[in-house]
């Protein structure tokens, strides 16, 4: 039995990319820093900060059905022994 070694995809890029995101809009603070607009009562900073606690959950559920789809095809092509069909 021979190990492959992983092989970066575009698939596995958009997953990375999708969990880089929330850090990245987290972490540069100047976006968010400020308390206008309000939205119903609420400072900006903090709608906008539970707004990326929904964003980031969906991007990573994104991620994981991205790499879950690869894992299982990998999976699915050494039972098979590589043969499409």
């Not at 070694?5 to 820093?33: E, H, K, Q, R």
Request: with cysteine.
């Amino acid at each position: 039995m021979t190990v492959r070694n992983p092989v970066l995809t575009v698939p596995l890029i958009v997953a990375g990319v999708c969990l880089a995101i929330p850090f990245v809009a987290m972490l540069w603070v100047d976006s968010y820093a400020r308390l206008t607009p309000a939205l119903i009562g609420i400072p900006f900073f903090y709608w906008y900060q539970m707004l990326w606690v929904l964003v980031s959950t969906l991007l990573t559920v994104i991620a994981y059905v991205i790499v879950r789809r690869r894992e299982e095809t990998a999976r699915r092509e050494r039972h098979t022994g590589g043969e499409k069909g």
